[in-house]
Structures are given as structure tokens and as C-alpha cells.
């Protein structure tokens, strides 16, 4: 299981970073896809930003964006709150079981 | 570089029987064997398997099954372009001279493994086709008004047009009310927006300009090639309302054969779902940005076949590996005036663009009488 996975499962996202450019690395790999550099492994916090969104059943999935430059989709929890794209996000949860998941909220 | 022709196909019905996927490029093989009457094993130079099987060897286990000891024998696995990739690889030994017949044959199965790419961590759980279909829905309605009706239009049109078509999984015709009401996938998609994976092959023959007259009385000339990868993982993605890799691999393409958009006179689209067919047609540039559907609806109106006439693979059904080839044996069909009551009066100039992966790669292909 990569280190991406294993953090993961601890409920954290983090994303490899390049020792020499200094960006993130995504997806996420064991060198830089830019310089072959060597990458570093960073958690990630901060707001994510709303792609797009759709729904299935009752639940609502999403891309979410981050830095200007990780995307991911997952599961967004929206409660009561109106949803428009550019709106900020809020990633609550991560986790591994066969696959990743992750949710975010409206920020 | 030589000129390639195409000398002849072989074509299977698409269904959902149990066979193996030997059984099933096997059975195109024969096909192609049964109606191109000159041709002799000893002549291919090139077996190419295009398959998201995990098979092993396949492309020489073919090569021993069909009674063929080619120079070169491999397989090639793109997911859903599988198919324009293995011919376009066929075409570069043809046209660099290192061969001078090459076989491709495509087949898989309705449970192949290609239907999820499980690589692609930024799909989180949402990996399966169907989410991102979903957001390239919701971003081209929330861009230029699209609507479910629209979509609906595109699918009851292929529908339509693979009734005519022997080989088509499908042989049903839908009325728009009728998908707009099938089963709910998401919000964004309903089930008879989906092409539906099923079994099926299909096998081309490519050959030299001085090869190919062997083989048939009306070659058609494989002249322009286009071909761009632009990531594996969906989200990259920039602009989700349209397919960048279409834009580029048809610019190559129309570049190479000197033809623009209006010289085209019928064409093979890949509608893995129908808001594919929708961008793919304002990315080859066939309708400006956001009047994909204005041109969709005029198809359907008129019933005009010019798009997609053999039911693309919303009414043909979507094995990967041979959904690429069984579009080109369309074209050839089309160019030859062999398409019976799905031909395109005069056609002469014809495109096949096939994709992968929610357009991260993609191939486009132009062909002429």
C-alpha cells in the first residue's frame, strides 16, 4: 500500500511534493513529473474549491480543487445550504477501504 | 510515407452470449477471410489484438488460430480507443514500409475488466464511467442550456439508425420520452443515455497502395491520423464541457488529409454517452461551441444518418476493444456505397473519432474513397 493510502486510512490527504520545484506532485508519485526530482510527502489543509456536482439518490458527489491544481471527486455534504460553483470547501473526511473516498462540506 | 488502403473487415453480432474472447476474434477473422476472397494467410505481414482482456499472447494465439506466421504480432489496450489505436499502429507499419498487410482484430467481453480504470485515484469511489458522463452533463447544461431532452435526441437517434444496422446489440427503437424516462442513473444521466457494454469483434485488413487492389475493387484510403493523450486521471480535465484531446487529435488529422470539417460527409462519433456526442461534434467542428444539440435535433428531425449511422454505441453496443475498428468498418462500408439502408448518399469523405476515459486520450481518424 502506497503512503498516499496509508495516510489515508489515518484520515489524512497528503500529496507528494518536489524537493527541487517546490509544487505538489498529482497525482501522487514517488518523483517529480516535471524534474524526476525527489518528492517529499505534505498533508494537506486548507479550503477546496467547487468544480462541478451532481447527485445520485440522495447523495451528492463532487470535483473539488484545490492550490489551483489537485482535483479529486467525493461526496459532498450540503445540509440545508445552496450550492453554487466556486464555493468554498471544507474536506472532513478521508479514508481507504478498496478504494478512496473522500467528503467535503460547504465552507 | 506509403499510402494505406483498407482491403477488407469482418464483422460479429454484438450480443451478451458466453464465449471466449479467442471465440470471438476468431469468428471476425473468419468473417473477414469469407469476403475478401483473394486474400491468403501467407500475405500478413502484422497481427494486431486490440482487447481489454487480460489475455496473454493474445495476438499470437489469434496469429496461430487463424493459420497466420506474421513478422509482427502484439496487442494493444487503450480501454475504449483500444480499437483507432491498434489501427493506427497497423498504419505505421504499413506506411513506413516495414510491412505490407496488417490484421487487426478487436473483441471483448461485456464483464472486461477496461470498464473502470481503478488507477485513477481522483475518482475517489466514484470511479465508475457513469460520474464523470454525469459531470460533463451538468457542466455543458449549466454552460450553454442543454437540456435532458437534448440528450435524450442523440440516443433515440442512434437507436433509431441501429435498426438498420444487423450487428447492433440493439434492436429497439425509443421514442426522447421514453429515455427522458428510463431509470434514473444520476440527477444528470438516465439509463438509455448509457452505451451499454456487451460482446462483440471486429477485424480490418490495412495494406500498401500496391497490395490493397488485390483484395478489393474500392480501397479506401486511410489519409489523415490524429492522435492526443492528455493524462490518465479524468480530473485533469480543464474545461469539463468540452474534450480537449478530441480538439487536438482532429486538428492533426484534418491537417494531414487537407479536409475541414464541412468536407466531411458522414461520421463515426464515440457516445460512450449522449453528452458525448454532443461535445464531440462541436469539438470536430462540426457545430460551434454549445450548438451541439441544435445539430443533433436536425439529424433527428430530417433523419439524416450522417452522424453515427451504423446507432454508434449507444444503439450498437460498446465492446472496447472493437468498438474503434467496428466504427472504421462503418466508414468503409459508407465510402464504398455498401452501407445499404443506412448509406449516406455520395459519401466520399468520412471521420471516425474514438476515445478513452472521458476524453483523456483520444483518436481521429479521416478516411476517403
Request: charged share 25%; aromatic share 8%.
Amino acid at each position: 500500500m502506497s503512503i498516499f493510502e496509508n495516510e489515508l486510512k489515518n484520515g489524512k490527504f497528503v500529496c507528494s511534493e518536489c524537493h527541487e520545484c517546490k509544487k505538489f506532485v498529482w497525482p501522487p508519485s514517488d518523483f517529480c513529473n516535471i524534474c524526476f526530482g525527489k518528492v517529499n510527502w505534505r498533508q494537506i489543509s486548507g479550503k477546496w474549491k467547487l468544480i462541478e456536482f451532481s447527485k445520485k439518490d440522495d447523495v451528492v458527489f463532487c470535483i473539488a480543487e484545490f492550490d489551483n491544481m489537485i482535483r479529486i471527486m467525493g461526496e459532498l455534504k450540503i445540509g440545508t445550504k445552496t450550492t453554487s460553483i466556486g464555493q468554498d470547501l471544507d474536506l472532513v473526511k478521508c479514508d481507504y477501504v478498496d478504494k478512496e473516498k473522500f467528503v467535503f462540506k460547504l465552507n | 510515407m506509403k499510402k494505406v488502403g483498407i482491403g477488407g473487415f469482418g464483422l460479429t453480432k454484438f450480443n451478451k452470449d458466453n464465449v471466449s474472447i479467442e471465440s470471438l476474434m476468431l469468428s471476425s477473422i473468419k468473417s473477414l477471410f469469407d469476403s475478401t476472397s483473394r486474400l491468403d494467410q501467407k500475405d500478413i505481414d502484422v497481427v494486431l489484438t486490440s482487447t481489454n482482456d487480460n489475455s496473454k499472447y493474445l495476438a499470437t494465439i489469434m496469429s496461430e488460430l487463424a493459420g497466420i506466421s506474421p513478422k509482427i504480432s502484439h496487442s494493444v489496450e487503450s480501454l475504449c480507443n483500444s480499437g483507432a489505436n491498434s489501427v493506427i499502429s497497423a498504419f505505421s507499419y504499413v506506411a513506413s514500409g516495414l510491412a505490407d498487410v496488417a490484421l487487426v482484430v478487436g473483441a471483448d467481453k461485456f464483464d472486461n475488466p477496461g470498464l473502470v480504470l481503478e488507477w485513477d485515484r481522483s475518482r475517489g469511489q466514484y470511479k465508475h464511467p457513469v460520474y464523470w458522463s454525469s459531470m460533463f452533463t451538468r457542466s455543458h447544461m449549466r454552460k450553454y442550456g442543454t437540456t435532458m431532452e437534448d440528450l435524450a435526441m442523440v440516443s433515440a437517434k442512434n437507436h433509431r439508425n441501429a435498426l438498420e444496422n444487423p450487428h447492433a446489440y440493439f434492436d429497439k427503437e425509443y421514442s426522447v420520452e421514453e429515455i427522458m424516462q428510463s431509470k434514473n442513473i444520476t440527477d444528470d444521466v438516465r439509463i438509455l443515455d448509457c452505451s451499454f457494454p456487451c460482446n462483440g469483434s471486429a477485424a480490418i485488413l490495412l495494406a500498401s497502395e500496391d497490395s490493397v487492389k488485390k483484395y478489393t475493387d474500392c480501397p479506401v484510403w486511410l489519409t489523415g491520423v490524429g492522435q492526443k493523450t492528455i493524462s490518465a486521471g479524468f480530473t485533469k480535465n480543464e474545461d469539463l464541457t468540452s474534450m480537449k484531446s478530441t480538439r487536438y487529435a482532429a486538428d492533426m488529422a484534418y491537417k494531414m488529409s487537407n479536409k475541414e470539417p464541412k468536407d466531411i460527409d458522414v461520421t463515426e462519433v464515440h457516445d460512450a454517452f449522449s453528452i458525448c456526442e454532443i461535445i464531440e461534434l462541436e469539438d470536430l467542428g462540426f457545430a460551434e461551441k454549445g450548438k451541439g444539440s441544435q445539430l443533433v435535433n436536425t439529424m433527428y428531425g430530417t433523419q439524416n444518418k450522417k452522424i453515427n449511422p451504423r446507432g454508434g454505441l449507444l444503439g450498437s453496443g460498446h465492446p472496447l476493444g472493437a468498438t474503434g475498428i467496428a466504427q472504421i468498418v462503418e466508414i468503409t462500408q459508407q465510402l464504398q456505397n455498401k452501407a445499404g439502408k443506412r448509406q449516406v448518399e455520395g459519401a466520399k469523405t468520412g471521420l471516425v473519432q474514438n476515445m478513452s476515459a472521458a476524453a483523456t486520450s483520444s483518436s481521429v481518424l479521416i478516411f476517403e474513397s
